[in-house]
Each structure stands twice: as C-alpha cells, then as structure tokens.
C-alpha cells in the first residue's frame, strides 16, 4: 500500500465547476500536510499547507481530518487555467527533516 | 536566475552508459533534495543533503545511483550503468532550512533506450 493514496482522476470539468479532491495517508506520526501543483512537463509547486482548522485561499480551500487520515481539496468556480496534476503531499517531521513523501497525482483538466 | 537550476534538461543514454545530473540550489539554502518521477507517477524521494552531508540516501534504488554535494552547493547526482528502468525526470529541490517550503528545479527528462 502506497504511504499516499489519491484517485489519479482524470476530472474532466466544465469552467465553473466546483471539484473537489481527496487523499487518504497511512503514517499516522506524519506532522504537516500540503498540496502541490504541477503542470505537463514542468516542476511541482505549493499551492497551499493543509491545517486541521483549514484553510481557504481564494477559489481553493483545504482541509485536513487527522483522525481518518485524510486531506481533501476544493476548488471552486474553476478556470481554464487550473488544468494541472494536483499532488497531494505528506512531511512525516521529526528525524525525516522535511522529507516529502507524494501521492500519485489527481488529473484535472477544465474545459470550456 | 534565483531558482533552482538543473542540468541538462534532457539527456538521453544508451542502457549501460553512466550519466550525470546536475543540480545548482538557490543560493544559501541549506537543504537540498534529489526526487524521481516517473510517467504518471508522484515524485519519490532519492535522496538529501544538509550543506556538504548527505544525511539520507534510503530512496536510492540501487548501488548503481551515487549523490554529492561536496561544497554544500552544487550537487550531481551520477547514475552508473543506466538501465530502461532508470528513465524518468530527476527532480531536485532545495529550501532555506530544515522544514522550509521546498523550491523546485525543472527536472531532467532521462531516456535509456
């Protein structure tokens, strides 16, 4: 079992739409949660930390539920532009000093 | 430039040649970090640097992988004997400090044919 779980997608969606992802993780020590974007052929990018409260950034909002182990990550009122791979992103803490662990990547694309 | 920059952006290599990739970290970042991505796939981690240390190489899929980073900056990651199953796009990202968000090169496309 992969230490990231997320459905690879493809989600298709229309401009507007409001899509939302999730992600299971199987480390229950892990300390900090994040999701990276990362568009065809180029690099991953944070797109934004998850906390348990949650967070909203935008047309984006995270959450975080520690006891089932699970990130999600809505987008709303989508745009053209937010056609990428959304990787959901793990830091287990302690002696893994920021060491990344990534899921396989959910594929969005919106089209008009 | 003021990102992370990586070298060559493609490289392609007969199955049993050695090969070596080059990593040039923001500048006074501490941390640095070497990834595999394969098609369709997540990154994985290889390997990291503190400075001149490498503190952990457990992602390193064989004895055939070696990393350095012998001044604390540029860091190559050399590949012995490529293999098919070695291509893939190498990442390496490197942060300010310990637990700082991590920043991104683009990645070398490595094709054994």
């Known amino acids: 079992r992969k230490e990231v779980e997320q459905d690879p997608g493809p989600f298709n969606v229309p401009e507007g739409a409001t899509v939302a992802f999730n992600c299971t993780y199987s480390n229950s020590a892990s300390q900090s949660f994040f999701w990276y974007r990362q568009d065809c052929r180029k690099e991953p990018k944070l797109l934004m930390s998850v906390y348990s409260s949650g967070n909203e950034d935008g047309r984006f909002t995270a959450q975080l539920n520690r006891a089932s182990q699970y990130i999600s990550l809505l987008i709303r009122d989508s745009k053209l532009s937010d056609s990428a791979t959304y990787l959901c992103v793990v830091n287990n803490g302690g002696t893994s000093y920021g060491k990344l662990t990534f899921g396989q990547g959910t594929i969005l694309t919106v089209h008009p | 430039g003021a990102g992370v920059s990586q070298s060559p952006r493609y490289k392609v290599a007969k199955r049993g040649q050695d090969v070596a990739l080059r990593c040039d970290p923001i500048s006074g970042h501490v941390s640095l970090f070497w990834y595999q991505q394969a098609l369709g796939q997540g990154p994985e981690f290889l390997t990291y640097f503190q400075n001149e240390a490498q503190l952990d190489k457990s992602g390193l899929p064989s004895d055939r992988f070696f990393a350095e980073r012998p001044e604390g900056s540029v860091s190559t990651l050399k590949i012995q004997r490529t293999q098919q199953e070695d291509s893939a796009v190498y990442l390496c990202?490197?942060?300010?400090?310990?637990?700082?968000?991590?920043?991104f090169g683009n990645g070398t496309r490595l094709t054994v044919t």
């Open positions: 990202a490197s942060s300010l400090a310990v637990h700082s968000p991590l920043h």
